[in-house]
């Protein structure tokens, strides 16, 4: 998506493995979002940060998920001890703080 | 609570019209979108209602009713690109400072046929 990367593009990691994914957005997106893909189901929010405000962490499945941004632009997302049901497309989406959102192409996370 | 429906799959001709129906039931509302998704790519904007009516943009169209708490995405002029997964999404209102979080429905699966 425009404005926007994300790496890796796909990860396999065995269970119990911590992995972390990268989003890298282009300056000036001043939102950015977290959601995953599972297999047949909805996109599902995780997180979301705004500038320096606090973030928004709601929608983190469990205290196993955290994510970070540092300086307003890069933003990691980290899973620790993967389980199988972590197995999903993360993405990335940025905005201006407007209603428009332009995601990522996404890592696809496979847990063994 | 958020819940969001769309049919599953739908199949067009080519040329046809076609309308994806979302019914949404949320707890708070501050918007409706449409994304589209090809197969192993990322979504892409299509529309953003949050007002009642009809909002046309080339081919496609979008249209909101709050009261009924439904939307209908209708693509015209068919093509075989438009064969996607078609999302619908809703946002339920701000949390925290322009926070615009969607919720999305599971997909409606378009497939175009000549």
């Known amino acids: 998506g425009a404005g926007v990367s994300q790496s890796p593009s796909n990860k396999v990691t065995e269970k119990g493995k911590d992995v972390e994914l990268r989003c890298d957005p282009i300056?000036?997106?001043?939102?950015l979002y977290w959601y995953r893909q599972s297999l047949g189901q909805g996109l599902e929010f995780l997180i979301y940060?705004?500038?320096?405000?606090?973030?928004?962490k709601s929608g983190l499945p469990s205290d196993r998920f955290s994510a970070e941004r540092t300086g307003g632009s890069v933003s990691t997302l980290t899973i620790q001890r993967t389980q199988q049901e972590d197995s999903a497309v993360y993405l990335c989406?940025?905005?201006?703080?407007?209603?428009?959102?332009?995601f990522g192409p996404g890592t696809r996370l496979t847990v063994t | 609570g958020q819940n969001i429906d769309q049919p599953t799959e739908m199949t067009a001709t080519e040329g046809a019209i076609v309308q994806i129906n979302c019914t949404y039931q949320?707890?708070?509302?501050?918007?409706l979108f449409w994304y589209q998704q090809h197969a192993g790519e990322a979504p892409t904007f299509l529309s953003y209602?949050?007002?009642?009516g009809l909002e046309e943009k080339g081919r496609f169209s979008s249209f909101l009713s709050r009261s009924k708490g439904y939307s209908y995405l209708l693509l015209k002029e068919l093509q075989m690109k438009d064969s996607a997964s078609y999302l619908c999404a809703v946002t339920p209102g701000a949390r925290g400072a322009g926070s615009y979080q969607l919720t999305f429905g599971k997909g409606t699966k378009l497939s175009v046929i000549p």
């Open positions: 940060f705004q500038g320096n405000s606090a973030p928004d």
């Open positions: 300056s000036g997106h001043t939102a």
């Open positions: 989406a940025v905005g201006q703080g407007t209603y428009e959102q332009y």
């Open positions: 949320t707890s708070g509302f501050n918007g």
């Open positions: 209602n949050v007002l009642d």
